[in-house]
C-alpha cells in the first residue's frame, strides 16, 4: 500500500487567535468547540434551539460565546471559519450569508482531517454505510496497525483524530450532510456503496444529493482506492472521474469482487464460500465485498479475515446474526420496515427460510416480495399486517401461520422448522402496532429466541 498522509494538517498556529463560528451543538459541535478552545481558536457556538443541560454545563466550562435560539446574522462579523453541525441545511439565511462573503463552510469531518496524520478509510452510500464501516473496523484490528472508528456510529470524527497519531488508520461512516462540508479530506481508502433517492428535502433534489454522496472521491489521487457497486449504474457513471484507482464489486456480475460458485473472490484471492459468511442478505453480501476489497492494500492475513466473516453479525436489528439455536441459524432484521429492505434480507440466503412478518397496517402493496421468497418454505405473520402476509403466502403455495405476539410467533418458528433452516425476521411494515420503536421489536424477538431456543436440544 502506497502510504499518503494528510499533507494538509492544520497546526494549531494556524487557528490561533482565528474566529471560529461553531453552529450547532450535540455530540459533533461540542466537540468541535473543544478542539478549537485548546487550539487557540476564538470561539462562538450557536444553536437555533436549547441545547441539552449537559451541553451547556460543557460550554460554560470552555468559557467560550453562546447564542441560543436563534441565528443572527451579526454573528458573522469578523468571523473567519465556520464549523457546522451536518443536520443543519445550507438554505438558513445565516449560511447562505455566509457563503456569499467567502467565508468557509466546513463540517466536523474537515476539522478533524486537518488535525491529524492517521489515515483514513471512509464509506458513504444510501444503504449499507453502517454495516459495512463497522465490518471494515473489525477486519482492520486484525492487523498491525492502530484502528479507530468515528462518524455517526462511533465518536464524534474530531473527538477521534485527537487520539489517533501517524500510521494510524481511522474508519468512518460519511453521509452526504457530512460530506457537503468538506475542503480537503481525502481518503486512502473510500467506498460509494450504492445510491437511491434519499434526503431530498435538504438537499432539494436527486442530484444534488448524488453530487455531495460523490465529493467522497473529489480528494483523491491515484494512489488512493476508490470501491464502487458495479450494479448501480449511477455510481458508476459518477465515479468515472475519480483519478483514484477505480475497483468494482457486484454479487451478480463479473467484477474486481464478485461471487463464483458460491465462493467470494477479491481479485483472484478465494476468501470464503458464501454459505460460511455469518452476515445473511443479499445486500449484506454486496457490504461484504465492498469491505474486502476496501481493506485489501492493509495486508490483513487471509486466515484473520476468514475468522472475522464466520463470526461477525452485522449491526444490530440489520439482518443480525443472533446465533444458531438447535441447528437454526436465527437473524433479527426488525429493521426493515419496508419492502425493499425485506426483500434484499430474503434474497440472501440460499437455505430454507422461516419467516416472520408483519406489523402496522400500512396499506403497502405486498406483490413486489413475491419474486424474494423463492427460499420461504413457511410464512408466520405478526400484527396487524400479519394476515396479509399469510394471503401473499398462500398465493405462493406456501405453508402459513398467523399469530398474536412475538414469542408465539417464535415458538412457531421452531416448531416448523428443522436443523439446518433458517429462523429471519423481517417484518417489511413499521413496528407501531405493538412496539414504540423497531428496536424494541427486533429486542423483543432476541429474547423470545433465546428463551425459546435456549429450551431445544
Not at 429492505?341 to 416472520?356: D, H, M, P, V, Y
Amino acid at each position: 500500500m502506497v502510504k499518503k498522509v494528510s499533507d494538509l494538517m492544520m497546526k494549531s498556529s494556524e487557528l490561533e487567535k482565528k474566529k471560529v463560528l461553531v453552529l450547532g451543538t450535540a455530540k459533533s459541535g461540542i466537540a468541535a468547540a473543544t478542539y478549537l478552545v485548546k487550539a487557540g481558536a476564538v470561539v462562538t457556538v450557536n444553536d437555533g434551539g436549547t441545547p441539552s443541560k449537559n451541553d451547556v454545563q460543557t460550554l460554560e466550562s470552555l468559557k467560550v460565546e453562546t447564542l441560543f435560539g436563534s441565528h443572527p446574522l451579526s454573528l458573522l462579523d469578523g468571523t473567519d471559519l465556520i464549523v457546522k453541525n451536518p443536520g443543519i441545511p445550507y438554505q438558513i439565511p445565516l449560511l447562505q450569508k455566509a457563503l456569499e462573503l467567502g467565508i468557509p463552510v466546513w463540517t466536523e469531518v474537515e476539522l478533524a482531517y486537518r488535525s491529524t496524520k492517521a489515515d483514513w478509510v471512509a464509506i458513504t452510500g444510501s444503504n449499507g454505510k453502517t454495516t459495512t464501516t463497522t465490518l471494515v473496523h473489525e477486519l482492520l484490528k486484525r492487523g498491525s496497525k492502530r484502528v479507530h472508528l468515528a462518524g455517526n456510529i462511533g465518536f464524534p470524527a474530531v473527538e477521534v483524530a485527537q487520539q489517533a497519531e501517524a500510521g494510524d488508520v481511522i474508519v468512518i461512516e460519511l453521509s452526504s450532510f457530512q460530506l457537503m462540508g468538506i475542503e480537503s479530506f481525502r481518503p486512502v481508502s473510500a467506498a460509494f456503496l450504492n445510491l437511491s433517492p434519499a434526503h431530498l428535502d435538504y438537499h432539494g433534489d436527486v442530484t444534488s444529493y448524488a453530487a455531495a454522496k460523490a465529493r467522497i472521491f473529489s480528494n483523491m489521487d491515484e494512489a488512493g482506492r476508490l470501491v464502487v457497486n458495479a450494479d448501480d449504474e449511477e455510481v458508476m457513471r459518477l465515479s468515472e472521474t475519480a483519478a483514484a484507482e477505480r475497483l468494482t464489486f457486484s454479487r451478480r456480475q463479473d467484477a474486481y469482487a464478485h461471487i463464483e460458485n458460491d465462493m467470494i473472490f477479491v481479485g483472484q484471492t478465494e476468501i470464503l464460500p458464501v454459505r460460511e459468511l455469518a452476515l445473511g442478505g443479499g445486500h449484506n453480501l454486496e457490504n461484504v465485498l465492498a469491505a474486502l476489497t476496501l481493506i485489501e492494500p492493509f495486508g490483513i492475513s487471509l486466515t484473520a479475515i476468514q475468522d472475522v466473516l464466520r463470526t461477525f453479525g452485522g449491526v444490530a436489528h440489520r439482518t443480525e446474526y443472533i446465533g444458531e439455536f438447535a441447528g437454526r441459524k436465527v437473524y433479527n432484521d426488525s429493521k426493515a420496515t419496508n419492502n425493499v429492505a425485506t426483500e434484499a434480507a430474503l434474497s440472501g440466503f440460499q437455505s430454507s427460510i422461516i419467516w416472520i412478518c408483519g406489523g402496522l397496517e400500512r396499506g403497502a402493496d405486498l406483490t413486489p416480495l413475491k419474486s424474494a421468497m423463492t427460499h420461504v418454505k413457511h410464512v408466520i405473520g405478526l400484527g396487524e399486517t400479519g394476515q396479509r402476509f399469510a394471503d401473499l403466502a398462500g398465493e405462493q403455495q406456501i405453508a402459513s401461520t398467523v399469530t398474536r405476539e412475538m414469542e408465539e410467533a417464535v415458538a412457531t418458528a421452531f416448531d416448523v422448522s428443522k436443523p439446518g433452516d433458517i429462523i429471519l425476521l423481517s417484518p417489511a411494515s413499521a413496528s407501531w402496532d405493538q412496539y414504540k420503536t423497531y428496536e424494541e421489536r427486533g429486542e423483543h424477538f432476541i429474547r423470545s429466541v433465546q428463551k425459546v431456543g435456549g429450551m431445544m436440544k
